[in-house]
Nanobody, 121 residues
């Protein structure tokens, strides 16, 4: 059992930065793959990034590669998404997710409630 809660979203101008946090409660997710996703109402949910628990390797969507950085703090039982050089098209609700093989197999068992990120010019 893992409960995830995102925080850190808000309003920022284009070119700015935000750091999203995803804290786990109930059980550690240190042995889980962790993913970040985003969704605009009425549109499909898009993959943003994921991290494997075995190697700590991180993979990014082409749209965010070079601008976003995902990281994990197992001791704090928290994962982060550092977002730099934000663009208006990054505006979305951002979700974190966890699963035993989520990054490798695209399967996530646990999802957070989401946090809104709005980027304006």
């Amino acid at each position: 059992q893992v409960q995830l809660g995102e925080s850190g979203g808000g309003l920022v101008q284009a070119g700015g930065s935000l750091r999203l946090s995803c804290a786990a409660s109930g059980r550690t997710f240190s042995s889980y793959d962790v993913g970040w996703f985003r969704q605009v109402p009425g549109k499909e949910r898009d993959f943003v990034a994921c991290m494997t628990w075995t190697s700590g390797r991180t993979y990014y969507a082409t749209s965010v590669k070079g601008r976003f950085t995902a990281s994990r703090d197992n001791a704090e039982n928290t994962v982060y998404l550092h977002m730099n050089s934000l663009r208006p098209e990054d505006t979305a609700v951002y979700y974190c997710a966890a699963g035993p093989s989520g990054c490798r197999a695209g399967s996530y068992d646990y999802w957070g409630q989401g946090t809104q990120v709005t980027v304006s010019s």
